[in-house]
C-alpha cells in the first residue's frame, strides 16, 4: 500500500499524463466547444472520470497510460466497478442494454439487504422504519446524478411493498395495499413512503438551483457545452434539458 504522499504523486503523474494526450494529434477527446477549455478527467479521492471521443486509438492510448499507471505505482484499476457510457448514435437496443446494467448493483445492494431480514417476524413498524432509514437512502446518491430507467424504479418499487407485507417464511403474502396507495402522507391515513419517482424529481429540482446559483465546474461545464446559447428560465425547462442532456453524454 502506497503512502498518502506517494499516492497524491502518483496521482499528479496520471493526472499529467492524461493531458498531456491533448498534444497528440491522433487524440479524439470529448467533444467541446471552441469557447470552452478542455477537459479529459476529473480525479476524486478514489475514483476518476475520464472523458474521450469513442476512437479505437484514442482509447487505445488511454489504456496505454492506465497499465503504465498500475505498473508504476501498484495501484490496480477494479474492473467490477468500472463503468462507461455511450453516446447518443450508440445503437438504441446496446444503450438499453448498457443502461439496464449500470442498475444492477443497485438492485442487488436492496435486495442483498432485504434477504437479511426476509422470513423475519418485524412488526410494521420496524420494516417502515428499516425501509425509511436504510433502504432509501441507498439510491439519494445515485438519483441525484443520473436519471434511473422508469423499468428500474419500477422494478424497486416491487421489491418494496414485498418486503414491507411479507410474514411468512415460505410462500406469498397479501399485499393489502400497493406501493402507490402507501406512499400517500401520512396526514391522508396512509404511511407516507417516498416514491423514486419524487425522489428523482426533488434531485432534479437541486441540480437546477445549483446550475442558476453556483459557478463550479460542473455548472460551468454543463453551460458551455449545451447552454451558451439557450435560456432556461423554470424547473420544467430544466428537468426536460437535464433528460436530453444524458442522453447526449
Same mark, same amino acid.
Given at each position: 500500500?502506497?503512502?498518502?504522499?506517494?499516492?497524491?504523486?502518483?496521482?499528479?503523474?496520471?493526472?499529467?499524463?492524461?493531458?498531456?494526450?491533448?498534444?497528440?494529434?491522433?487524440?479524439?477527446?470529448?467533444? =467541446?466547444?471552441?469557447?470552452?477549455?478542455? &477537459?479529459?478527467?476529473?480525479?476524486?479521492?478514489?475514483?476518476?472520470?475520464?472523458f474521450a471521443g469513442a476512437h479505437e486509438k484514442?482509447?487505445?492510448?488511454? =489504456?496505454?497510460?492506465?497499465?503504465?499507471?498500475?505498473?508504476?505505482?501498484?495501484?490496480?484499476?477494479?474492473?467490477?466497478?468500472?463503468?462507461?457510457?455511450?453516446?447518443?448514435?450508440?445503437?438504441a437496443q446496446l444503450r438499453m442494454l448498457k443502461?439496464?446494467?449500470?442498475?444492477?448493483?443497485?438492485?442487488?445492494?436492496?435486495?442483498?439487504?432485504?434477504?437479511?431480514?426476509?422470513?423475519?417476524?418485524?412488526?410494521?413498524?420496524?420494516?417502515?422504519?428499516?425501509?425509511?432509514?436504510?433502504?432509501?437512502?441507498?439510491?439519494?446518491?445515485?438519483?441525484?446524478?443520473?436519471?434511473?430507467?422508469?423499468?428500474?424504479?419500477?422494478? &424497486?418499487?416491487?421489491?418494496?411493498?414485498?418486503?414491507?407485507?411479507?410474514?411468512?417464511?415460505?410462500?406469498?403474502?397479501?399485499?393489502?395495499?400497493?406501493?402507490?396507495?402507501?406512499?400517500?402522507?401520512?396526514?391522508?391515513?396512509?404511511?407516507?413512503?417516498?416514491?423514486?419517482?419524487?425522489?428523482?424529481?426533488?434531485?432534479?429540482?437541486?441540480?437546477? $438551483?445549483? *446550475?442558476?446559483?453556483?459557478?463550479?465546474? $460542473?455548472?460551468? *461545464? =454543463?453551460?458551455?457545452?449545451?447552454?451558451?446559447?439557450?435560456?432556461?428560465?423554470?424547473?420544467?425547462? =430544466?428537468?426536460?434539458?437535464?433528460?436530453?442532456?444524458?442522453?447526449?453524454?
Amino acid at each position: 500500500m502506497l503512502s498518502s504522499a506517494l499516492f497524491i504523486l502518483g496521482v499528479e503523474v496520471l493526472s499529467r499524463a492524461l493531458n498531456f494526450l491533448f498534444n497528440d494529434g491522433q487524440y479524439v477527446g470529448c467533444d =467541446m466547444p471552441k469557447w470552452s477549455a478542455n &477537459l479529459n478527467h476529473l480525479a476524486y479521492a478514489d475514483d476518476t472520470i475520464i472523458f474521450a471521443g469513442a476512437h479505437e486509438k484514442s482509447l487505445n492510448r488511454i =489504456m496505454k497510460i492506465l497499465c503504465r499507471y498500475k505498473s508504476q505505482f501498484g495501484q490496480l484499476i477494479n474492473k467490477e466497478k468500472s463503468i462507461w457510457y455511450m453516446h447518443q448514435n450508440t445503437s438504441a437496443q446496446l444503450r438499453m442494454l448498457k443502461r439496464k446494467s449500470e442498475y444492477s448493483e443497485l438492485i442487488k445492494k436492496v435486495n442483498d439487504k432485504l434477504h437479511t431480514w426476509k422470513g423475519k417476524m418485524l412488526s410494521f413498524g420496524g420494516k417502515a422504519t428499516l425501509m425509511n432509514s436504510v433502504l432509501q437512502s441507498i439510491h439519494i446518491h445515485t438519483l441525484s446524478a443520473i436519471v434511473p430507467l422508469k423499468c428500474v424504479i419500477n422494478e &424497486l418499487h416491487k421489491i418494496f411493498p414485498k418486503f414491507f407485507w411479507n410474514n411468512k417464511e415460505i410462500g406469498r403474502s397479501k399485499h393489502w395495499a400497493n406501493w402507490q396507495r402507501i406512499c400517500l402522507p401520512k396526514a391522508e391515513g396512509d404511511l407516507g413512503f417516498k416514491s423514486l419517482f419524487d425522489v428523482s424529481k426533488a434531485m432534479f429540482a437541486k441540480l437546477w $438551483w445549483k *446550475f442558476r446559483t453556483d459557478n463550479s465546474l $460542473w455548472t460551468n *461545464f =454543463m453551460w458551455n457545452k449545451y447552454c451558451k446559447k439557450k435560456k432556461y428560465s423554470h424547473f420544467g425547462e =430544466m428537468e426536460r434539458w437535464l433528460s436530453s442532456v444524458e442522453d447526449d453524454v
